[in-house]
């Protein structure tokens, strides 16, 4: 698709046919980052026997990967409104592959801890400036709906990563993990450089553009801006509570094994899928708040019947957490879409600094809460302290939704 082809699509939103083909690259670029992110997980053990570094220490490549990745969001997504959507990409892509390459030339941790940094800055590009891209492409509401199908596909390719992380290290060892990273990293700029179109300047003109710290002022003003990105935020806070606090209810209260316990969380994911598929199809036709407050909804629901569950049903096993956490998970995809789309919308030709404000406030405080989750679990004797926490999120969800938000 050239320049030309997206101002008509632009254009002429609702009656133009889906672009699969830019769609497809833009979820292969969403896909990088979160896959890059979870396919190194089965070789954390050998790479600590490698290294000559203690587990804890080596962790930090999962963790530090999710820190950096929150803040270059911020940092493409103003980027990207600065020089334009395509070169970004495609340069920050580059870094990822190339950081892939170097990771396999370490001989100690704190080096394969800078690399990571890299992949994950990197990679961070395809998540926040493709966010932009559609928005540049569609109007809000077929912005969500476009959205929903991409996070779809964002969601369901990282819970392959780590058995294609497990194959590669099993069979060929460590190394191979980063090599494929590196591979599918350069076929994915490679794909950028030949289809994807500069699409910056669609939604204003030249002129209306200005430096990251005006864009972040005038966003900071908006009322509205701020209840979509606290929507999201904390709409997504509740997946993380559980990854944060729910391997020890389900592993140490319950006595189950690992085996079982990703067996159940796998199967959690499913609601999250539904609900970015419901919302890619149903968004257009209800607009961003209904299924924003559908979302909402759902989420009251599932922590409710979580608290209920987890108070008086303790011995129906893994059971109690994970299908209160698949209407969670069914919420957060239904309302996801809708808070992003949102966002990149209250000022469209700021839409890449918007999209990394979003991005970062939703993965920042994810990771604060995952790691407070598992410290107020790490002693806990019920799962009851989690369902209050997670009942705590989505009524700070609600108040600051309905306070910030007004139907236009």
């Not at 070789?43 to 026997?49: E, G, I």
């Not at 060929?172 to 490679?190: D, Q, Y």
Request: net charge positive.
């Amino acid at each position: 698709m050239d320049d030309q082809a997206a101002r008509q699509l632009h254009n002429h939103p609702r009656t133009e046919r889906t672009p699969w083909g830019l769609l497809l690259l833009l979820m292969a670029l969403t896909s990088i980052g979160p896959t890059t992110l979870n396919i190194v997980v089965p070789a954390l053990p050998t790479l600590a026997k490698r290294l000559a570094a203690d587990g804890g220490t080596v962790q930090l490549i999962v963790s530090i990967y999710l820190l950096a990745m929150a803040a270059g969001q911020l940092l493409m997504g103003s980027l990207s409104d600065r020089f334009g959507r395509r070169p970004v990409l495609i340069a920050a892509l580059l870094v990822t592959a190339c950081a892939s390459v170097s990771a396999v030339l370490i001989s100690t941790v704190q080096s394969l801890i800078v690399a990571r940094v890299l992949q994950a800055i990197g990679a961070s590009a395809g998540v926040v400036v493709s966010r932009a891209i559609i928005r540049d492409l569609f109007d809000r509401n077929r912005a969500a709906s476009t959205l929903g199908l991409v996070a779809t596909v964002m969601a369901v390719v990282p819970t392959l990563s780590p058995l294609i992380g497990g194959l590669l290290e099993t069979g060929f060892g460590w190394e191979a993990i980063f090599i494929f990273t590196a591979v599918t990293s350069a076929l994915a700029v490679t794909w950028a450089a030949i289809t994807l179109p500069e699409t910056r300047g669609l939604n204003a003109p030249q002129g209306a553009r200005q430096g990251f710290f005006r864009d972040l002022a005038q966003l900071a003003q908006s009322a509205r801006f701020s209840g979509y990105v606290l929507a999201g935020a904390f709409g997504s806070a509740t997946f993380y509570a559980f990854l944060g606090g729910g391997a020890h209810v389900v592993i140490t209260l319950m006595a189950r094994s690992p085996a079982e316990y990703g067996i159940w969380f796998a199967m959690s994911s499913i609601g999250y899928i539904a609900g970015n598929f419901i919302s890619s199809r149903l968004s257009g036709r209800y607009g961003i708040h209904r299924m924003i407050w559908s979302g909402i909804i759902v989420e009251v629901v599932g922590v409710t019947l979580s608290t209920v569950l987890t108070a008086f049903a303790l011995h129906w096993g893994p059971f109690i957490v994970f299908v209160p956490q698949m209407i969670v998970n069914l919420g957060n995809g239904l309302l996801l879409p809708g808070a992003i789309a949102g966002a990149v919308s209250v000022r469209p030709q700021a839409a890449g600094t918007a999209a990394g404000i979003t991005g970062f406030t939703q993965m920042a405080l994810g990771a604060l809460i995952a790691q407070y989750a598992g410290t107020l679990m790490a002693g806990a004797p019920s799962a009851l302290p989690l369902s209050f926490l997670m009942n705590a999120l989505v009524a700070v969800l609600v108040i600051s939704f309905a306070a910030l938000v007004r139907r236009p």
